[in-house]
């Protein structure tokens, strides 16, 4: 045969190979994207227009916030770089399922003012609860309340207060903002009807914001660890009064500190995975 | 007399990557371009310090992965190969630079350079230079600290409290196995905390870990020292203070001695710069252009024109930058001990890969600042957290607040639209887990069950890796973590419904026991 047939035929395979490489490539991006747009179009939804008509339960206290803002996500953060080193030939990995067949809401903390929440709900779960509501079934929607629980032993009645957020169909987890530091909450997510009948799917666990400032606690217990790791608590307080100081200056820089981010993740510097 | 103490950590982990189904890979490369341009300069400074009698601490934090890499077999060869190749490279940009000299002396510098890695990694410490750093630490010179298992981010598996457990339990058991005791002191993976996370690490016998700033100074009862002294969470664990000042001076981008001109710059790689067909061969197989580790500019400043980089002067800046970097410690100690009445310790604590890898000059850098504190001053003493509680046994007692040093201070980096998809799914992987380990308790230690129990904990601490949450956060490799995400979960539900329906497939068992072959050791009964 020809030497240049049997080239443009190498090359041709080799073309087809690329453009093979390049499919699977933006298979993957797409499906990336979609996830993407999934929680971008979820954070849109819940925007401050819908967290302005929350409305509280039980007695509205002060300091609650009135309108919780919703998860400024799409301004700050950049589309993710989709540039790759190298086509990985991997072999085909299962997707992870939707679910797993459970009834359940979790709860988690993400910073001292927001909370994050995933669930799933099983199909005949919502059908009993929706059955309940008879002719009203219809005119139901899903819900999440957010319950302020601190310090009691919760039981469905008694939360310091609680807010109500509307979920669009087909979302399966959100960010709640509680704006509340150094308190206790949980969520139920359930049916809600304009007549204002509430019915629980699942209630989550309970979770604590952190504290987002200095504690106001300044009792001092000393403590002494034996090698034997042994704890003996010393009774009398060791030095001098003179921690305020010392605690200012601490202080000084930490709003910056936290504003900034001076950290692994936020250096242009870190290990080598976050490399360009 | 010293009048305070600087307390340097570095905390080195890669999560883990290798892929024997491959004739070379491209992520590999991370565990190379580490051992090549951080550790192995890292242990020579170490040696050199030693060799010239000069006194000194540090700690530093061997994540169970890196150390997996860095005494597998499979990824030592890798290695020489990866270094042969650079060696090869450096010998031809000798002869090509030969007419320009700026350039010349630096593929000068970069063949010493790599041919030195080659004969530490290979010659002098026989492939595995853990050795290295376990002989530092039985000089006393190193603390060695260990970290999550997996380098899992603890606070956000807290529904499992199994599963917080077991990447402390796995961690402290691979730990003593490669040092010979077990470790005092972990660096909580992305220094993650939550109050009851301490009880964990008490149960395990670790001492002392490090927060964040405001996981002290947000601690409660107010800590009377701030983050200058440790604290006692109430379980009796030790908590050491991240100080942000230091930090800034190395990390900050604005401020940060990295960005000066005078170092070398890290984007302008021969890999990008010379001829596509002259650098293909140590290019990846798919041809795609990547840095390749010769690098012949420095940062010059904020423009697109470049200047050769000048070795001498960048170590001028490397040794101005020390000497200032202990001024500032040694004006910050001399006032803290005006106001406190104990010894004050500043702890600064950063990633390993900074030094070398991103910062070239940054293993110089320390060299002279330990040098510096040996001979030109008073004031600071280095030490370890573990000295120090040594030396103040009574500490206040407080518990600290929850916090991580990522972006913001808490979770949300590794919480966020781009990553909170695979909580739910490593959350009942998690689960699953503990369920199996109740279920089968009493399984004989050689059957094929006991071997996929083990597959199953090895395959979900793989998938909780808190690098795949920041990787998919930052954007870059993308791919490649939910790649690894889903792989590990998608084994460990196969292995989970194999074990279930009692037809476990040998084969496919041992071909993942191969790939996934970390903790060898691994029990699954931590999960119980």
Redesign the interface.
């Known amino acids: 045969m020809d030497k240049a047939i049997v080239k443009e035929i190498f090359l041709l395979i080799l073309e087809v190979i690329k453009a093979f490489c390049e499919m699977i490539c933006k298979g993957i991006k797409s499906f990336f994207s979609l996830i993407w747009d999934r929680f971008f179009g979820m954070a849109d939804v819940s925007s401050i227009d819908k967290a302005e008509e929350q409305e509280w339960g039980v007695t509205g206290e002060d300091t609650w916030p009135t309108a919780p803002k919703a998860p400024s996500v799409k301004h700050e953060e950049p589309k993710p770089q989709l540039e790759r080193k190298e086509i990985i030939p991997a072999p085909e990995i299962p997707e992870l399922p939707d679910g797993y067949g459970d009834n359940r809401i979790v709860l988690m903390v993400r910073d001292p003012e927001w909370l994050f929440t995933y669930w799933e709900i099983r199909k005949e779960v919502m059908n009993n609860v929706l059955n309940t509501f008879g002719s009203l079934a219809h005119s139901a929607k899903i819900v999440l309340r957010v319950y302020d629980v601190t310090d009691i032993i919760f039981d469905g009645n008694n939360a310091h207060k609680y807010f109500t957020i509307e979920i669009p169909g087909g979302a399966r987890s959100w960010y709640i903002h509680v704006g509340e530091p150094s308190r206790s909450f949980c969520v139920d997510i359930g049916f809600l009807t304009p007549n204002g009948t509430f019915r629980i799917l699942s209630r989550s666990n309970t979770v604590r914001t952190p504290r987002a400032g200095i504690s106001e606690v300044i009792d001092e217990t000393w403590m002494s660890i034996a090698e034997l790791y042994e704890k003996i608590n010393i009774d009398a307080p060791m030095g001098l009064g003179i921690s305020e100081s010392v605690f200012e200056r601490a202080h000084k820089g930490l709003a910056d500190i936290l504003k900034e981010g001076v950290s692994s993740s936020d250096s242009p510097a870190s290990s080598p995975i976050s490399k360009k | 007399m010293e009048k305070g103490y600087l307390s340097l950590i570095l905390h080195a ?3 883990f990557v290798r892929h024997p189904e491959y004739a070379e890979f ?1 992520e590999e490369d ?1 565990l190379f ?2 051992i090549t341009e951080t550790y192995i300069p890292l242990i020579d400074v170490f040696d050199k310090l030693i060799d010239d009698g000069i006194d000194f601490r540090i700690t530093m934090s061997l994540t169970p992965p890196l150390i997996s890499m860095l005494t597998d077999p499979l990824l030592q060869s890798r290695y020489i190969r990866y270094s042969e190749k650079r060696i090869n490279l450096a010998e031809k940009e000798i002869e090509r630079t030969k007419h320009q000299p700026d350039f010349h002396r630096l593929a000068q510098m970069y063949h010493r350079h790599f041919t030195n890695a080659r004969y530490v990694f290979s010659e002098k410490y026989h492939r595995n230079i853990v050795k290295a750093f376990k002989k530092f630490q039985d000089m006393g010179k190193l603390e060695i600290i260990t970290c999550g298992a997996t380098h899992g981010y603890l ?2 598996m807290n ?1 499992n409290v199994n599963a917080m457990r077991a990447q402390v339990h796995v961690a402290v058991n691979h730990y003593e196995k490669h040092f010979g005791r077990k470790p005092r002191g972990i660096w909580l993976p ?1 220094c993650a905390y ?1 109050p009851g996370v301490d009880k964990i690490l008490r149960e395990m ?1 670790i ?1 002392f870990f490090i927060t ?3 996981g002290i ?12 002294a440790p604290i ?1 969470c109430p379980s ?1 664990v ?1 908590v050491f203070g991240r100080d ?2 230091s ?2 001076q190395v ?3 604005k401020e ?1 001695y ?2 000066d001109f005078f170092y070398r710059e ?2 302008r790689d021969v890999g990008f710069d010379l001829d596509y067909d002259y650098v293909r061969p140590y290019l ?3 041809g ?1 252009r ?2 390749i580790g010769i690098k012949y500019y420095r940062i010059t400043g904020k423009t697109d024109h470049k200047e050769p980089y000048s070795y001498e002067k960048a170590m001028d800046k490397a040794a101005e930058h020390a000497g200032n970097f202990m001024f500032n410690r040694e004006k910050h100690i001399e ?2 001990s005006t ?4 010894k004050p310790i500043v702890v600064a604590p950063y ?1 390993a ?2 030094f070398g ?3 070239f000059e940054g293993p110089d850098w320390i060299n002279f600042l330990f040098r510096k504190i040996a001979f030109d001053q008073k004031t600071i003493s280095l030490i370890t957290p573990m000295e120090y ?1 040594e030396m103040y ?6 518990t600290p ?3 991580s ?9 590794w ?4 990553n ?2 695979i ?3 490593l ?2 992987a998690a689960e699953r887990m503990v369920e199996l380990a109740k279920a089968y308790s009493r399984i004989h230690e050689n059957s094929l069950q006991n071997r996929a129990l083990n597959q199953a904990a090895r395959e979900l601490l793989l998938a909780q890796s808190s ?1 795949w949450a ?11 973590a ?2 690894r995400t ?2 590990h ?2 084994r460990f ?1 196969k292995l989970y419904d194999d074990i279930r329906s009692n037809k476990i497939d040998a084969a496919w068992l041992s071909d993942i026991e191969d790939k996934d072959n970390i903790f060898p050791d691994i029990d699954y009964h931590v999960y119980q």
């Not at chain 2, 100074?217 to 200058?228: I, M, N, Q, T, V």
């Not at chain 2, 046994?393 to 407080?398: A, D, E, G, I, L």
């Not at chain 2, 920041?470 to 490649?480: A, H, V």
């Open positions: 982990h890669l999560p491209l991370w371009e580490a606070p956000l529904s992305e939550e016998g001492r964040e700033t405001h100074l947000f601690a409660s009862p107010r800590p009377k020292y701030g983050h200058y006692f009796g030790a942000m000042e930090s800034k990390w900050s981008a940060g990295p960005g890290f984007y990846h197989g798919d795609k990547t840095n006032y803290l106001v406190m009445d104990r990633d890969e900074l890898h991103w910062w509680l046994p009574v500490n206040q007692v407080s607040s929850l916090s040093w990522g972006y913001k201070g808490y979770h949300e980096y919480l966020n639209e781009s909170d998809w909580y739910r799914h959350h009942k690098d920041f990787i998919m956060k930052t954007g870059t490799m993308l791919e490649y939910m790649k889903k792989e979960l998608f539900t």
